[in-house]
Every structure is written in structure tokens, then in C-alpha cells.
């Protein structure tokens, strides 16, 4: 049985399906590879001596061990690309970092103390239940030369943390960097979010890719008849 449509307009047709199957194919393929830019909400707080437990709160609040002092901050970015620094320096009070440390120079031996940063945070926006307040502990280890200085070690420390479902379900990594400090100074505690929100395709998107596969089967048989 012969095509009752010219060669031209099958050709044509057959062209309009394919682009349509392909645009439709990349549009899936970009929905899965990007991620959904998010903003993240939230204030640390911190303490020392091991087995502490900080208050959750966001108003300024410090805490002191001899002559060494932390300060708890608040935070609002978002990521772009996937990633967010929270890693502004000290400031009074503490913005958009992890809070900020203070060594005035005291003499005592700090070594073998320990540092315990809670962090908290609301979940993104979209997310159910919204707004819920996540919060993880991460424990760091105090070593000093006297009165010199101080190093905190949170070992490379990594929170993975979900959140949300079905279609506003999402993962994200909140990474804390050390912190070194001489006497006399102070230094912020900074840290990043690296995002793996993925972004879910429209329906329409995979309308348009079933239509275009559609169209090509139905040209491929009428090629055969």
C-alpha cells in the first residue's frame, strides 16, 4: 500500500517528529542533570567541654572556655550552581557564617577540650512538612599552645541531610571547615551546602516525548506498507 501523502510532506513530517522526540529527550536530559537553586534558613549555636548540649536559639548568644569564646550566628543563602559558602568573616553579630571564635589571650591550656556546633535550619521552601526545623550536631577537638593559640579540628566533618517527598523530595551536604585562631583575634567558622535537589520534568515534557516517539512509529509503519 502506497503513502497517500507526497514524499515532501512525509519527509517533512517525519523531520517535525524527530525534532520534537529530540527536543523532548534533551529537555529530559537537562531536568535530570540540573538541580533546583534552594535557600537555606537557619543559626548555630555551640559549646564546649564534651558532652555539652547548646541551646538551640537564634538570638546572639556566647559562650566562653577560660579566655576562648564562641559566638553563634544566623544564615540565609542560597545556593547557586548547587553551592553556597557560608563563610562571611566575624561580625557583631555573626551573618551568614557558622559563628566566630575569640582567643583574648588568657593563659590556659586548651587541648583536650572538646567543641560541639549545633546547626539548624529550616527546610527549603516547597518541601511538606514546610517549615521544619532540621538540627545535627558536629563535635570538633580542641588542641593549643597555651595561651598562643588554638586549632579546632571537626576532621573534614560532612551532614547529609534529606528532606521533603515525591516531588519536592531533596538532599543536600553541609561540609564544616577548621578553624585556627592566634590570641588576640578573632575568626569565623565557615562551612558550605553543596545541593542535590533534582529538578522533575513538567508533564507536558513528557507529552511531548511520547507524541514525538508516537509519530515516528507511525511513520516507520507507514515507510514499510
Do not use: W
Request: net charge neutral.
Amino acid at each position: 500500500m502506497k503513502s497517500l501523502l507526497p514524499a515532501k510532506a512525509g519527509t517533512h513530517l517525519q523531520r517535525t517528529a524527530l525534532a520534537a522526540a529530540a527536543g523532548a529527550l534533551l529537555t529530559l536530559g537537562s531536568g535530570a542533570a540540573n538541580a533546583v537553586e534552594t535557600t537555606f534558613v537557619g543559626f548555630t549555636n555551640g559549646c564546649f567541654v564534651a558532652g555539652c548540649t547548646p541551646t538551640a536559639t537564634a538570638s546572639p548568644t556566647t559562650t566562653t572556655l577560660s579566655g576562648l569564646s564562641f559566638t553563634n550566628s544566623t544564615f540565609n543563602v542560597t545556593t547557586s550552581g548547587n553551592f553556597a559558602s557560608v563563610g562571611n568573616g566575624p561580625g557583631t553579630p555573626n551573618l551568614n557564617n557558622l559563628g566566630s571564635f575569640t582567643l583574648n589571650g588568657t593563659a590556659a591550656s586548651y587541648g583536650g577540650n572538646a567543641f560541639d556546633l549545633l546547626v539548624s535550619f529550616t527546610a527549603p521552601p516547597g518541601t511538606s512538612p514546610n517549615p521544619q526545623l532540621f538540627t545535627s550536631v558536629v563535635s570538633g577537638n580542641v588542641t593549643s599552645t597555651d595561651n598562643g593559640g588554638i586549632f579546632v579540628n571537626f576532621d573534614n566533618s560532612m551532614r547529609h541531610f534529606t528532606f521533603g517527598s515525591g516531588e519536592t523530595a531533596g538532599s543536600f551536604d553541609f561540609f564544616i571547615n577548621d578553624v585556627s585562631l592566634t590570641a588576640g583575634r578573632s575568626v569565623a567558622l565557615t562551612g558550605s551546602i553543596i545541593s542535590q535537589v533534582s529538578a522533575v520534568p513538567e508533564p507536558e515534557t513528557y507529552a511531548l516525548f511520547l507524541a514525538g516517539l508516537g509519530a515516528i512509529g507511525f511513520m516507520a509503519r507507514r515507510r514499510k506498507s
